[in-house]
């Protein structure tokens, strides 16, 4: 079966660095994704990871271990912007997105 | 502005009456999806449309169908709605290129309610 499993919600402080990681079991793999959804919006693209390895993107960045079946994605220097949910979701080989339920990232100041 | 616009924003709807969400977007791109967002549940597909003229099942395909006439439209309809259809709704598309790094944009979502 396809399963994609996130922790449901983390607390970071103002400043800090958060890791918030993502597990995946799919029967094809093509491309991991990271969206961040803010309350009542629509999610938007944040990183995409192929390859496994480090792709940095700013304060974000986003790690992939295909052997593993593992990704995370690093936020530093937290802004009280960057409360929002945060999703994985892989793409198998039709294109289609498999998405994990998201973790709720909450700052504190 | 380029992107991707949904109508209605949100709608109260009685149980049995039908309903069309549309979606339009204006970036010419190939493929087209529909997404409902629940609490605690991650997005899952309920149909899709590679390109114009095809339409393909998702994971939870029951009690909804699409059309895709032309590049830039993608109606869903729940010809008889129930309870269990409220949700929030969002559609999306990619370009559609052939290539795996092709984001999925997304529009801003209706929120459905089914009384």
């Known amino acids: 079966g396809q399963n994609i499993d996130q922790p449901t919600e983390m607390t970071a402080t103002e400043g800090a660095i958060v890791q918030i990681n993502c597990t995946y079991q799919t029967s094809g793999f093509n491309g991991l994704f990271w969206y961040q959804q803010h309350a009542g919006e629509a999610p938007t693209f944040l990183s995409y990871?192929?390859l496994d390895g480090l792709e940095e993107k700013g304060r974000f960045s986003s790690f992939l271990s295909r052997s593993k079946g593992y990704s995370y994605l690093l936020l530093k220097e937290l802004q009280m912007k960057d409360s929002a949910s945060y999703l994985c979701a892989v793409q198998d080989s039709n294109y289609q997105l498999i998405w994990g339920a998201g973790t709720k990232l909450i700052i504190k100041p | 502005i380029a992107g991707i616009t949904q109508a209605p924003t949100s709608q109260i709807l009685a149980a049995g009456r039908r309903m069309t969400l549309r979606c339009t977007q204006d970036?010419?791109?190939?493929?087209m999806y529909w997404y409902r967002q629940d609490l605690g549940l991650g997005l899952r597909l309920i149909h899709y449309s590679n390109t114009a003229g095809t339409t393909g099942k998702g994971e939870v395909p029951d009690g909804y169908s699409v059309s895709r006439a032309n590049t830039d439209d993608f109606p869903l309809t729940l010809a008889s709605a129930v309870p269990s259809q409220t949700s929030v709704y969002f559609c999306?598309?990619?370009?559609?290129?052939?290539?795996?790094?092709?984001?999925?944009?997304f529009g801003p979502g209706t929120r459905l309610l089914v009384l």
């Open positions: 990871n192929v």
């Open positions: 999306a598309s990619r370009e559609g290129s052939g290539t795996y790094q092709e984001t999925q944009y």
């Open positions: 970036m010419r791109h190939n493929a």
